[in-house]
């Protein structure tokens, strides 16, 4: 490991820190007066001027993490110290670096080589502008816990409303905040996110046009991390991240997404390349290739406890998605022909490379738990194919009721159904072609590798909260799946539409009836996830918010679940 953060330290002394990857603190522990006086000023009466977007910590382990801040001023040179108290009279890493526009004035220092099983706090500054940045705290993992809390969030729009859910996270006892993407939105002002309930709250987005070069993504970064509730947050907690599809493209894959026309918006590749650009310049992540950005997936080992594998299942090698509608005909539905598409060995979701990357992760650890920090629900989610089509539709209601009710008989082994009733239950179709269920077969080959070690897989992106027993197509058991709401994208309540809590009540408990495996869905609410990981089992706990519309809210465990 040390061999390796040498020869990353030495190619980016070769390369001049050019080249937009994370800059590599120096690796040396300030131990006299001296060495502090040299490096350190007096904060005291200094300004928080140019430090608009706060400071974050990133991807702790038991001797590293991240340090970050964006300070708006050409060629400053930033002071930034590292202290194992508040205040700051025992600094055990200093130093200093310059600015630079290449990385949009950001700075991200990877301290290595840390005792572990610290709380350590940081900050930065300049003398020459007499400005400090807040303080703020983050730690170490210890060498091997007996216990780890994970907030888990994902779907963080802006314009949606207030980000009370990154403020409840911030005041948790969560150790790390886990970011499973969609950390912002591509869209203008005024799309998607927006509704007369929020218009008022003055959230537009910035730029108005959607994000398509460099200076977009960069500006709408600058005004996600200008909120001081993900400020705090970032203040507060470190964070582990991987992206989805929102920090480029509405439904991204490998050489597109739903949400980018060549015509009109350019190149993908160079669009792709700009918000991978900029998403590195704001949330730094260690990786193995410091050249390449698109190279997200990764593991950080929680001692012998957790073993968090975080994936990429968009950018670099996801398949094109299926979409459902185009296997209706003139005759019905193309059975055959949508099962052939599905079931191609020529598709994929995480590429040879990252699925055998996968598997050698799982097969050489002895931690206890597996756990995917990934971005999609890979839970089968197989619904009554009349209830899917009817959705958003006239008479879904009623056909969801019949429905119901026939499913409670066949789970009463009622003799008196018939086969027409039966079908009705039992020809279904995937709700989510985008999600794990549009790729089976690298799911498949995944669980086929296992060899007997349980997944606990962590998801996002649906906006509503679920919890999935996972199975294999023979049935065994592999794990379960924990997916968290959103911080403030909408989610079902918005396609119900204007319905009382009873209803909504009624379609969540009817979905947990009808889809085999899913034992719990919520469908209206937003918050996050907090796992609590021993060596015995772990805790999920669904916490929400009661709003998103006003600042002053309440947060609460609306669900949970211990598993073993």
């Known amino acids: 490991m040390e061999q390796n953060n040498q020869s990353r330290r030495s190619f980016?002394?070769?390369?001049?820190?050019?080249?937009?990857?994370i800059i590599i603190a120096p690796n040396f522990i300030s131990c006299s007066d001296d060495d502090n006086t040299a490096l350190g000023v007096n904060p005291s009466g200094f300004s928080n001027q140019h430090f608009n977007e706060g400071v974050a910590s990133f991807d702790p382990t038991s001797s590293s993490v991240t340090i970050w801040t964006r300070y708006n001023r050409y060629n400053a040179e930033v002071i930034w110290e590292v202290s194992t108290s508040q205040s700051f009279d025992s600094i055990v890493r200093t130093g200093t670096?310059?600015?630079?526009?290449?990385?949009?004035?950001?700075?991200?220092?990877?301290?290595?080589?840390?005792?572990?099983?610290?709380?350590?706090?940081?900050?930065?500054?300049?003398?020459?502008?007499?400005?400090?940045?807040?303080?703020?705290?983050?730690?170490?993992?210890?060498?091997?816990?007996?216990?780890?809390?994970?907030?888990?969030?994902?779907?963080?729009?802006?314009?949606?409303?207030?980000?009370?859910?990154?403020?409840?996270?911030?005041?948790?006892?969560a150790d790390v905040i886990v970011h499973l993407g969609d950390y912002l939105y591509e869209y203008g002002a005024g799309e998607y996110g927006t509704s007369p309930e929020n218009e008022g709250l003055n959230r537009q987005h910035k730029p108005e046009h959607e994000m398509v070069s460099l200076d977009d993504y960069r500006m709408r970064y600058r005004q996600y991390r200008g909120d001081a509730q993900l400020q705090l947050a970032h203040q507060k907690k470190p964070f582990i991240c991987v992206w989805d599809d929102h920090e480029i493209a509405n439904d991204a894959y490998i050489d597109g997404a739903e949400n980018h026309t060549e015509a009109t918006e350019g190149s993908w590749e160079v669009r792709k390349q700009n918000a991978l650009k900029a998403y590195s310049e704001f949330i730094p992540f260690s990786r193995a290739d410091e050249n390449n950005n698109s190279l997200i997936y990764r593991s950080i080992k929680i001692g012998s406890l957790v073993n968090l594998i975080m994936l990429d299942t968009r950018v670099i090698a996801r398949s094109e998605q299926l979409v459902i509608t185009n296997y209706f005909t003139q005759t019905g539905f193309d059975a055959a022909a949508f099962q052939a598409d599905l079931l191609s060995t020529q598709r994929t979701l995480l590429g040879n490379t990252q699925l055998s990357w996968l598997v050698n992760e799982i097969g050489s650890s002895n931690a206890t738990w597996q756990v995917l920090g990934q971005q999609i629900l890979m839970g089968k989610m197989m619904v009554p194919a009349e209830l899917l089509l009817a959705f958003g539709q006239p008479g879904f209601t009623a056909i969801l009721t019949e429905l119901v009710t026939i499913k409670m008989r066949m789970l009463n082994n009622d003799p008196t159904l018939t086969p027409q009733e039966i079908a009705r239950i039992q020809t279904v179709l995937p709700y989510n072609l985008d999600a794990w269920d549009g790729y089976p077969v690298d799911r498949e080959m995944l669980y086929a590798q296992l060899n007997g070690k349980k997944l606990v897989t962590l998801a996002g992106d649906t906006h509503n909260a679920w919890h999935n027993v996972l199975k294999a197509q023979d049935g065994t058991e592999v794990g379960v799946e924990f997916a968290t709401s959103s911080v403030s994208s909408p989610g079902f309540e918005t396609y119900l539409g204007d319905v009382d809590a009873a209803t909504i009540a009624a379609f969540q408990q009817s979905m947990v009836l009808l889809v085999d495996g899913l034992s719990y869905f919520d469908a209206s609410r937003r918050g996050y996830i907090m796992a609590t990981f021993t060596q015995t089992n772990v805790t999920s706990e669904w916490v929400f918010v009661d709003t998103i519309l006003s600042r002053t809210f309440t947060a609460q465990t609306g669900h949970s679940v211990v598993y073993s």
Do not use: H
């Open 12 to 21: 980016l002394k070769k390369s001049l820190w050019a080249t937009g990857a």
């Open 97 to 173: 670096i310059v600015t630079n526009p290449e990385r949009d004035y950001t700075t991200a220092i990877e301290l290595t080589g840390l005792d572990a099983a610290q709380t350590l706090y940081y900050r930065f500054m300049c003398a020459v502008d007499k400005t400090v940045s807040v303080t703020g705290e983050t730690i170490t993992l210890p060498q091997d816990p007996s216990s780890i809390k994970l907030a888990v969030c994902s779907c963080s729009n802006f314009q949606a409303g207030y980000f009370n859910v990154y403020e409840a996270m911030a005041e948790s006892d």
